[in-house]
């Protein structure tokens, strides 16, 4: 569907623009402002890790260079660096870019799986009794993981399930080969050259030999999925070969994965969240990662335990945010501070819920009390472009038209739900498109 055919572009838009702006104005004083100005509640982002995708400048690809050109370029780079060149023309031999990356790295997904689809997946049966089993085959290695790096087994097991299904699925690229086809020709070569000298650094210390060092599409290693400059940072040798293998040894998978937890603040003994509800009348405009709490004052804010009784989480003087979903109409979380150590290993909330949940699932727990709005798929991405081009049109500006619902989005729908007396979830949502298709 073409998003231009709905392009909003009537004379009375601009009516409504007026209107708008004459009911934000009214709304000045409303919560979205003092939620944005409770500064003292908000705690600093963790110092380390580096984020995973780290920016390395690079000298720019020159432009329409055939992948032998550019492999030659590189190579000079590369022994610049310090790789050996015969390690590099080894880890090189018979490389040819992969059309198939190309189309992965450049591909615009038009539907997104609904974040309840995306838990099912997760937490599937199958999932949460290997997952029981690996915990009692691995219970010596894991006790001392856990010693040592003060991080839930659960959780580790959780993380693993989700990154490799246990170590079954690592992904069968070779990693050179698809870092390669990504630095002559993906959307950000400058990341790819990078990830692929750290790769070359691997191979040359000898942790793993060429042909096992396999992968996502996108560089992602082993039963952890590391990108390689993760894995310089944080792989560990676990146990005792001097290798630090996360490929075949899910010792070493598992304690690494614990010790990029721990280097992200992760705090031992203490939860990642817990589903709560919402009084009736709750500000859902409350309800944003970037506001961030005490868990006592979100309970005399109406928030209750996901049965409506009293909240129950331990209040180690932590940050809590709320989460919703899938919406005000779904299920809501209370997240703490290794909800966010979780989303350093991966910028997703609905990874993060599910690795929280499975851990529980694991201990027989976790199970969601609220049902999720399955009647309200998620809009899609020719929605989210239109969506955003119509908040922009209505004078709420989405700070871009990119399909992308992140944060300045989410205010402006935030700003026009208040403006509208709707709940102010900040979700988009279908009957918000259809409520915008109507100025
Ligand atoms: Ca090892």
Known sequence: MSNKSHRPGTPSRHL????????LA?????PIQQAHAESPARTPEPTTPPPLATPVVQPPVAENQTFAQWK??????????GIDQTLFDRAFAGVEPNPGIL????????????????LDGALSSTRIARAQRLLQEHAATLAEIEQRYGVDRHILVAIWGLESNFGSNMGDNYVIR???TLAHQGRRPDFAHAQLLAALEILQRGDISPEGMLGSWAGAMG???FIPTTYNSYAVDFDGDRKRDIWNSSADA???????LRVSNWQSEQPWGAEVSLAGDFDYALADMSIRKPIAEWATLGVRNARGGPLQLADGGQAASLLLPAGYQGPAFLVLNNFRSILRYNNSTSYALAIGLLAERIQGKGEVVASWPTDDQPLARSERLELQERLKAVGFDPGGVDGIIGANTRQALRNFQIALGLPADGYPSKPLLEKLRSF
């Open 16 to 23: 409504a623009t007026a209107a708008l702006a004459l009911l």
């Open 223 to 225: 039963q952890t999925q």
């Open 26 to 30: 009214a709304c000045a004083d409303t």
């Open 254 to 260: 598992l304690a690494s994965a614990a010790n990029y």
């Open 103 to 118: 189309r992965a790295d450049s591909s615009q997904p038009e539907f997104t799986r609904p974040v309840w689809e995306y």
């Open 178 to 180: 698809a870092l390669a």
């Open 72 to 81: 030659q370029e590189f190579r000079q780079r590369a022994l610049a660096a």
